[in-house]
Structure formats: C-alpha cells, structure tokens
C-alpha cells in the first residue's frame, strides 16, 4: 500500500530542493539585516513538511508554528509572498503585518502559522471539529516541534481530539532541541512522543523526518486512516536543524557550544535532499541531468521571487488600523 | 412589552441567533446540564439538539484554540465558562491569538467569530477565584470586543450582535443579575456593541456604570431623586469599543462624573472612564471625578468582609451626594437584602 | 511488605469513621443556610484521604483540590477550624477569607487546597523540587479529581517531576464524574490515566479507591519507591461521590438524572466505611463495640467543634485588608 | 559612581541577591544558555553553578505552580520569561493563586515570594506576540507587586528589592533599555518596591512615564528646555503598588499633567495615573490631562508600520507643547536612530 508513484518520488524531491533552496537563499539575504523579522529557518528539516503535504488534498488545511516556512512553502505557498513578508512588504502574504512567523495562506490550504508553543495545535483540531460537523471529508494538519509537546495544550488538544475522533494529524517534527535544550533537560529519559500520544488513544508512529518518502508513506498511512473516520493521528518525524534556533548562521559561526559540531555534521551526512536524490538515481527515476535542471529552475523562482519581493512596497502608515477588529 | 429575566433573556438571544445562523455552536462545561447555565442553555439544547450544544472537558486553553479553528472554517462558535475566572487559562488562545487573528495576518487569514460567555460570580462565599470580573484586563487588548450586559434587553441584544458580529466578542454576565426582570423585545433586535445607554437621564450628575452596578446606580439615582438631585445614569455596556461620545456628552452635560464598577480601581473601568472625562471634558467638569471600585484586596468570604468588599446603591448615593458636598443621611435601606440561595 | 499491624487498621478505620461522620454532620448543618460557602462533600471517597495520608510522615506536605475536606482532616486538621471557615468565622482555619475550597494547615502538614483545576498539581511538585533541591526526605502529595486530568497542567507537571526525578506522589481520585459529566464525553474510550502516567515515566497504579487498606498499600508502596529516590508517582483510586456535586443533597433529591440512583446504590453498597469495619470484625482486629464507642467518641467530637464554631467571632470589617501583599 | 548598562545592572542585582540569599535559584527557558537572558543571567550561573540556575521545559503554567510551591517550601524562585507575552499561559498561578496566596488563606498558609522577571520586547518585526507589556493587566490584582524598571539603578535596585520582598513580584525589563549606561551604585542598595522617583525636576508639565518612556521623557524634556519648557519627569517605576503621593505632589506642582506608557491606552498606565490626578489633584490641574500609549491596534511588524505604531521621545515633546499651546517645531531629531542588530 502507498508505495508512491515515481511521479509522486520526483515531486518529493522537488519539493525538498525546493524548500531547501528558497531557505538557504532566504537565510542568505536575512544576513544583509534588511529582513528585520525573527525567522526561524528550516534547513535541513525539509521531508517533514514536503513528505507529508504531498499526502494532503487541496481541501486539507495545515496549521503551523515558529519554524513555518517549509510548512508555507510545500504547501503550495509563493516565495514572493513570503519573501515580500519577510521584507515587510505590502505585498507579504501577511501584508507586513506578521513577519516570519505569522505566515498565512488560505488560498492555497495553509491557514496560519503562530509563534507561541502549541498554539495551532488546539487551533487545526478546531477545524478538525467543524470538518466533523459538517460531515465533510477533509483533514487539518498540525506541525509542531518537540518542545510544543512539553506544552499542556498539546495534551489538552489529544485528549479532544481523540474523545471526539476528529480528522486531525499532529505531526511533531522532533529535531532534539527547543532552542539550545537538549531532549534531556526537558524529558524524562527513555520519553517516547509516541507513546504519550498511544495513551491518550492516538494512532502513533515515529518515522526517519529525513527521509521524505518514509515521511510521506507514513504520513498517507495514518492519514488513511483519518480519512476513513478511525480518529486523530500523531506522527513523530525524526530531524535536524542545521541553523541556529533564529537567524541565518550556523552554531559554530556564533560560537555556540550546546551542541556539537559533529553532531551537526551527522546530521548534514543524513541531508534529505541528497538521499531524496541518490535515491531517485537509485531507482532510476530520475537522471543527474534532471536533478541539476530542476535546482536551476527552482533557483531561478527563488531568485526572481525575491528581487520582486524587494522591490515591493510598503504598507502606508495610514493603514495601521486595517483589520483591527 | 414583555418582561423577562436576565437569564430567560440571554437564552432567547442565544436560540434566536442559533435559529437564524445554522454555522454558531455551544460548548463548555455544562452546557448541556439540566441546569445549563442557570437556564440559559437549556432551550437551545432542546431546540437544536447535542449537535449543536455539547458539553466539553475541563481544558480551558485547548478549548478556546479549538473554537478559534472552527471559526476560522466557518462555524461561530460560542465558548461558555461558567466562572470567567477560569478564562485565565484561556488568555493566551484568546488575546495572543484570536484577537490579533485578523489583524496579524493582514486580513488575508479571514476572521475568527468566536463568543465567549462568561459569568462574573459575587458574594455568598464564592471566594477571590471564583468573583473576578476580567473586563478591564481583557479590553486592555485590541482586537477584542468585551462587552457586559447589565439590563435584561441588552443580554439578549448583545448576545445577537455578538453572534453577528465577525470578531471574537466577550460576553461577561454576572451572576446577581440572571434572576432581574426587564422589558425585552420578542424580535431579534441587536444592541449594537460599542454604543453606551443613557438608562436615566439627569442633569446634576453623570454615573458611568458597569454591569451590576448599573442596578444599583439606579437605585441609588432613584433615592437621590427623592433629595432633589437628578443623577444621569449611563450604562457602559461595552469596554472595548467604548462609546467615548455618549460618555463625553453625559458629562459635559452635568458637569460631574462617578463611575462605578465591579472590578478593582487600578487600571480598571473607573479610572478608563474618568481619565476619558479629565481628558476631553476638562473644560466641563465641575470638581473632581470619582471612581468607585472593589475594595483593594482579593475577595474574601466571610459575610461582614463581603459586605465591606462591595461598593452598591448606598455607596453610590453616598459618594454622589459627597461630590455635591451634601451629607448623606442614612442611605443602607436602599440596598436589597442578601437573600441569595444558590446554586451559587 | 507493607502488611499494615493491626494498629494501623485500626487507625485506618478510624480515619474513614472521623471523615464520614464529620462531612455527614457538616452537609446536615449546610442545610441550614448559614455556611455560605459553596462545598464538595466528600463522602463516600473518605478511604483515599485515610488510606495515603497514614502512609505519610508528620514532615510531608499534601495539597488538595475543591472536593478538599477529607484530606485536610486526614491530614490531622480539626474539626473545629475546618467547620468555622465554612461559617465564615475568624477562627476558621482560613480566617473566613478561603471559605470551603481554600482550607490550609501547614502545622499539620495540609499546605493548602484550592479550587481551580489542576492548580495545586504543579504547586506539590515544586514543593518537591525545593525538597530535592534541600536533599531532605519530605514528600508532596497532591490530591485531585479525574476532571484536572483533562487541563494541560497535569501533563506540564508530570513532565517536569519526571524529568527531575522529584519527590512527589499525585492521587487521583477518579469518582467518574466532573460535576455531571461522565467520563466518556472527557476522555477517550479505553482511557487509562496510568497508561498516561507512564508514558511520562511515572510509576503508576490503579486501586480500589473504597477500600482504605488497599489504598493504603498502594500508597505506601509508592511512596516508598518516592523516598528512596526513584521519582515521582501516580496513584489513580476508584471510587464515587455520594452528595450532589456542590451542596449537601443527593442527586436523587434534586431530580438530576446524570446518574442513576441504581448506579449510586450500587456503590454505596461498596462503602468504604463499612467495607473497613467489616474486615476489621472480620480479622478479629476489632468488636462491634469499638467500633461503636469509636463512632461515639467521633461524633463527640464533630458535635462539640460544630458548636464551638458556630459560636466563634466574625472578622472585624476593619480586618479586609489584612495580608493583601 | 561606576556606570552599568541595565542588562549588567540586572545580572549584579541578582547576583548580590543570590550571595545574601541562598534560597534564591533562577529557572525559566534559556537562563543557563551562553546568552543568558541578553547577559544577565550568565555571571549568577558562573557563580552558583547548574543547582541555583536551570532551564525549564517550555511549560509556563506549571513552572509558575512549581515556583508557588517551592516558595511555599522556603525558597525564593526567580522565573524568567524571555518574552512577557508567554506569561499569559502563566496567569492562573499567577493571579489566582500566588497574588492571592497570603490573603485568601488568612495569612495561615505564609507567603510565597516568587519573582518573575519578564522581558518586554520592541520593535525589529518582533510582532505582535512578542511585544506586550502586560504590567496594568497584572497590576489590575491585588496581591501582586509589579514593576518597570527604567533606569540601570532601577534594574539592579528593584532586582534586589523583589528578591527581598516577602511577597509574589513581577518585573517587566524592557529589551531596549538592556543596553543603556548609566551610575548604578556597587552595594546591593534596594530600590524600594512602590516608589516613583522624579528623575529630572521642571515646573512647567509633569510627565510621568513608564519603562522605556522615562528615557524618551527625558530625551524630550532636554529638548524641551532649549525651547525654555521646564518639564518634570516622574519615573513610574511601580504600576502597584501605584505611588500616588509623588505623581500628586508633581502635578499639585507643574499643573498640567502627560502620562507616556509602553502598553496601550485603555485600562493602562496612562489612564490610571490622568484618572488620579483628575479624582485628587483635581483643583491645581490647569488644563486636560493627556495621555500617550501604543496606537490602537496590535503591533505591526513593517518597519514604516512600527514608526507609526510607537510614541516616542518627540511625540512626548509635540504633546507637551501643544498642551502648552504652543507649536511644535521640527522634533524628529531627537528620536535616535533604530540600530537594533539583534539578538532580539
Ligand atoms: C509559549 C511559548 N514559550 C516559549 C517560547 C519561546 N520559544 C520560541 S521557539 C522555542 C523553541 C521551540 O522548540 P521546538 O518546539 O522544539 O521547535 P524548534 O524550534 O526546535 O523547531 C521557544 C522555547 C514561545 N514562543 N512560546
Ligand atoms: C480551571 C477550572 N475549570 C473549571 C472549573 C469548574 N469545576 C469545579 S469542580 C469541577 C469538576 C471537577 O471534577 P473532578 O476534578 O473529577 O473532581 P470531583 O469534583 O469529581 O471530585 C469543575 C469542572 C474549575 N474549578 N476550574
Ligand atoms: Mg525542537
Ligand atoms: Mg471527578
């Protein structure tokens, strides 16, 4: 069941380079201070997010929180409007009004992404309970960190969700650290996420957040069984943040001892775009040729994206009080 | 036109709303009990079934976030707490989220039409958790409106116009006043939100009102009548938007200005009220404001304290007679015996 | 292990006795309307306050919740202050100013209970943090309902006794109702707190919460695993509340139907009273007429503190703004 | 006197606490990092090692539970929240039960002296989440202590006051004020908790400001001299206790009376101290009373949208003139440059 086309591979892999591209290029700009929005960058955590929206339908709707912008973009989200709100443009997908962590996009199925912890969790089984209402056969989707799961409003959030057998998937994306606390420091040893999800009556996996075709396989899988009506999931995808916790420099170029830098090169050995690529070669699903033609084409919608989104213009003081109530 | 209970009256707007708009839920702790709500639920759940009116666990934060997502897909849910003191729990979801929804996402995210109701308790031993009314704390914050009925037409008028209102909306209804009887339109006739109530006209003294202490400004306006001052009473209704127009012409009408309130002084409705006046009607005023508030401790519960602890109708005739530098005789029989029995 | 003397059933019973006969006489004087409190009578759950609180040394601290008038007088509280805080009198154990569901009695090693859910859950836990901290061998015990189950602060603190490994035992008094609503509209089917309670490494168990010698025992053998360092523990006990949830009234008087009579009998028929004195007659531990001379000496008791209450002073009017800050 | 910048004057004031005190321990998310709270958090883990400074899991209602209740125990917790925004999860323990603690259990259950300190940020696209200051919402309660502390002195002052105080203290630290210099003397002197302090001396208007607007106040009240207006500036410094002898005694003396805050204006600072002066120093105001705070709206992140949002040191100067009568001429210049690089 599930094993994914060879479409669907190639489209895995072009939402990673994708993703993975539009941050670096992002992360990149941020360093120049003319984004003046704390950001939270995704890189290296990209098959989370791309591996489970490529299990999504248009009418899924997908909640998110600091670290959006993965979640924004393999969504379907514009690198312009999210470029232009990093830019605090006016034509930001939030008009300027959010800035990093504050993206929007209902247009194409990513409702909001919120900056405290846990927030959209309770938020996406909320819509969840209007999907159940209605009868309707739609999902909502929550992507979160290992630290919103130290929040109470996660377990708040299960305990309904699983009492009422709503269509929501919680998908914690655990990449060991709530900015510079390790696991450790913040869980009892020996904590399975799953585990805690499996006793308030969730289905639970855990699955390897750098491989985005585990990611979508298992993704499709709990989703499956939220669609046929069997109640809320939880999916527990294993990653990694390559950057530090906000801003555009690694660890080691701040000097910040809390964790490794071997630790990090690990990590980067297991780089879900290059093993969503080797893999593709593997397979044969896709040649060298077409790998470096897809990173120019998406290098040249980065790049185009950004210039517009600099070159956009910004919101009128006048417009302050817009949407106050 | 009929008379109704406050109560009777919350429950007509609430089923006239839900008749009209098939999108608005009921949810939280009892509100599906025999009792919901002291009665104010109980019609709806007949009427519109446990589809539409359901019971929901003690978790107070969730809740609220989960309201919130329906909104956002359509439905205008309705969140009961049976004491607003519990909403602290809810504030993040409430003031981090829900409202600055429209505004933070520059208006491209939709709205969130959340209601909450919430029941201010008061005496009978209820105790400092369970009789704090959190106006002033949420109005603080744009992007909410708060708003308390205090006459039994407004509970049921702002109960639609919060239902139709595309916002989240607070509505705080205190407990003391489920049981007053008022006229109340059969229709459904929203009281629009942000819009004061001139309740008795005067010409000698403004009273800015909240809540419960619009009952007992009126009684107090009443005896003051019988001693030759004309007090105007004005009903606040609603703490954000506030109706600053109908509040400045009051008082640059009489010239005198109390406000009376069922929250604490500091940073609450009586010292928002008049700093509005000694703003922009310094020219009007005739001496000094004068806030009235709870007395500056957490509630206690021990009856003679509970009776220190609460400014009513005395307290207000007391203090307006004060600021016309006339003394007061014995003013305490204007107040109604404490014959409350429960369920608390 | 833990075979608890003869002794110690006695005292176990008599616990149960004190308990019932007190909150039978305070809910018969409720009726009265000159306790202006609201109040959760606890009858019917006496054998879990007896049972963990003589597990308990004197240098230990309990906590409780609204339903809080077993434990306090478990705990060594008297009568005579708890009866006065509920007639508002200044000599009640909160000088009038806490009312029914802020009792405290630190002398005796009661802290205090309070009436918000869950509240008290994090409070026992850091008192156990400062007792780690100190190295001393006290223990906190909170006592709370299956409702603060469903508020996010039971997890946040699991989470963190836990992750420190504190010296605090959490009871459950799981009575299968909050206020009117069953468990199955609040928890999902098959729900197991325990399960819950070890998915955050707590050791945990479920017991008979109408049998005071089981509890007991399973508080002791919890508690003994606590003091040796082992962290933290759960104990969920079974058992049901007789009165009205707020009030001194049967559900049956005031016509509620959220509960069968059938089904209340059925657990009066497993009385805690009864059930202890019957197994003491039983083992020979002790004769009919010790129990009734100590029922006797009981009542005595309660009805010369009821009395002595009702009599004492009101705070002062002067006094309301005493221990503001 | 040797200069500190605030953040240094915050890490010497805990500290020195620390060396007097050893119940007091340090925990909240992120006070062992490198970073340690923007610096000052780093020299108490230096000192006192990982048994008195620990992290905490992201959990702020529980943490606040557990600081109650090592409190309760002897300790004297310090819980830090690198935003003040995140406290709204943390209001319950907070305000109904730390503020609370002391009286509702007649005095019998002792005291829990729990600081939280909390960081107020500003600016840079932090948005609307990460930029309140929630200091009149606590304040609105009785059985809190909260204060702002603006000048460096302050920061160490009130630090070791707070953790000298028997009961729960909140201090809002406003993130642009942890890089100003100024004397800060070496010796733990406490600044007492409930004191506002007149920080420059005028005749012509008082301002009384809060946190950040002190330094603004001052900026414009140096201005303000060059165009010969003499203006006294009154450092809030404590929203509750609110001491309301110093601001009476300033506007008693200058009779015209601005109130510049870092919170909005409804419910706020700004209409607290106007509605005080209106209700006791009535007779000696010659003219309204004004009051500047945030535009009314939630914060926006767009850097024109953000100038607009925030008052600042010239529209401080702008209100005084034009409540003087005056015409303001260009002020612009006074407002420094916003070279914010971060850490945010
Ligand atoms: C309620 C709340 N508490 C604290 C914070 C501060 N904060 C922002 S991001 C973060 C770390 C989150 O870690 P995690 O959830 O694991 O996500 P990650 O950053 O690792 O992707 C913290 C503590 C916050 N935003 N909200
Ligand atoms: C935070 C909060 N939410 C709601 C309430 C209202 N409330 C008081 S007692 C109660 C039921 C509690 O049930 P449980 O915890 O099982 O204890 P029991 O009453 O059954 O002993 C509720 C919902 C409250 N006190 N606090
Ligand atoms: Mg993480
Ligand atoms: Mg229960």
């Keep these: ?325 | 036109m009929r008379n109704l209970t406050y109560a009777e009256a919350l429950s007509e707007g609430l089923v006239q709303a839900m008749e009209q708009d098939p999108a608005i839920f009921v949810t939280g702790i009892a509100v599906d009990y025999s009792s919901g709500i002291f009665g104010t639920t109980v019609e709806a759940l007949r009427r519109f079934g446990p589809s539409r009116v359901f019971d929901a666990p003690a978790m107070e934060n969730a809740l609220t976030g989960i309201a919130i997502g329906a909104a956002a897909m359509g439905k205008r849910p309705v969140v009961v707490h049976p004491r607003n003191d519990f909403m602290f729990l809810a504030f993040d979801q409430l003031i981090n989220l829900a409202a600055k929804w429209r505004y933070m996402y520059g208006g491209r995210a939709g709205r969130v039409p959340v209601v909450v109701r919430a029941v201010v308790g008061k005496g009978w031993g209820q105790g400092a958790t369970h009789s704090q009314s959190l106006h002033a704390t949420l109005a603080h914050f744009p992007g909410l409106k708060v708003v308390l009925p205090a006459l039994p037409a407004d509970a049921k008028g702002l109960t639609l116009a919060a239902l139709q209102d595309d916002g989240p909306v607070v509505i705080l209804e205190h407990r003391s006043l489920f049981g007053l009887s008022g006229p109340v339109p059969e229709e459904p006739v929203p009281t629009p939100l942000g819009v004061a109530n001139v309740v008795r006209a005067g010409t000698d003294v403004t009273v800015v009102a909240a809540s419960l202490m619009v009952v007992e400004a009126l009684r107090a306006a009443a005896e003051l009548e019988k001693e030759g001052v004309s007090v105007e009473v004005v009903d606040i209704r609603s703490v954000r938007p506030l109706d600053e127009a109908t509040i400045l012409a009051s008082v640059r009408k009489t010239g005198r200005l109390l406000v009376a309130d069922t929250s604490w002084e500091l940073y609450g409705v009586s010292s928002e009220v008049a700093a509005l006046a000694a703003e922009r009607a310094f020219a009007d005023l005739k001496g000094p404001v004068r806030r009235l508030a709870l007395a500056n401790c957490p509630a206690p519960v021990s009856a003679p304290l509970e009776a220190a602890f609460y400014p009513k109708a005395s307290t207000i005739a007391t203090a307006v007679l004060s600021m016309l530098r006339r003394t007061a005789g014995p003013l305490g029989g204007i107040d109604p015996a404490d014959d409350f029995k429960g369920p608390y």
Tied chains: 1, 3.
Excluded at chain 1, 62 to 75: E, W
Excluded at chain 1, 152 to 175: D, Q
Excluded at chain 1, 220 to 243: H, K
Aim: glycine share 8%; proline share 4%.
């Design chain 1, 1 to 325: 069941m599930h094993s994914p086309t060879i479409e669907t591979r190639r489209r895995l892999y072009q939402s990673v380079l994708r993703l993975r591209r539009t941050e670096e290029r992002l992360a990149a700009l941020y360093r120049d201070q003319e984004m003046r929005t704390p950001t939270h960058f995704g890189v290296g955590q990209e098959a989370v997010a791309a591996g489970v929206c490529e299990a999504l339908d248009a009418q899924d709707v997908v909640y998110s929180h600091h670290r959006c912008h993965n979640h924004y973009l393999a969504r379907g989200g514009s690198v312009f409007a999210l470029a232009a709100e990093l830019y605090g443009r006016d034509e930001g997908c939030s008009r300027g009004r959010g800035g990093s962590v504050h993206l929007t996009g209902p247009d194409h199925g990513f409702m909001i992404s919120s900056a405290i912890l846990g927030q959209t969790i309770a938020v996406a089984t909320g819509s969840a309970l209007a999907f159940k209402m209605d009868g309707v056969p739609r999902v909502a989707v929550a992507f979160f960190g290992d630290a919103a799961c130290e929040e109470g409003i996660f377990y708040e959030s299960l305990n309904y969700a699983a009492t009422h057998g709503l269509p929501v998937l919680l998908v914690c994306e655990n990449n060991l650290y709530s900015t510079e606390s390790p696991l450790q420091v913040r869980q009892p040893s020996g904590t399975q996420l799953c585990e805690r999800a499996a006793a308030f009556k969730l289905r639970a996996e855990q699955v390897d957040g750098n491989d985005v075709f585990a990611v979508h396989q298992a993704a499709s899988r709990l989703l499956d069984g939220v669609r046929q009506g069997r109640g809320p999931a939880f999916l527990e995808c294993m990653t990694y943040r390559w950057l530090e916790h906000v801003g555009p420099c690694f660890d080691h170029e701040m000097n910040r001892s809390y964790r490794s830098r071997e630790e990090l090169e690990a990590w980067m050995e297991r780089c879900p775009l290059r093993r969503a690529g080797d893999a593709l070669l593997a397979q044969g699903a896709a040649t060298r040729d077409e790998l470096e033609a897809w990173r120019v084409d998406v290098d040249h919608e980065v790049e185009e994206a950004v210039a517009r989104a600099k070159a956009g213009s910004w919101p009128e003081p006048e417009s302050l009080f817009d949407n106050v109530y």
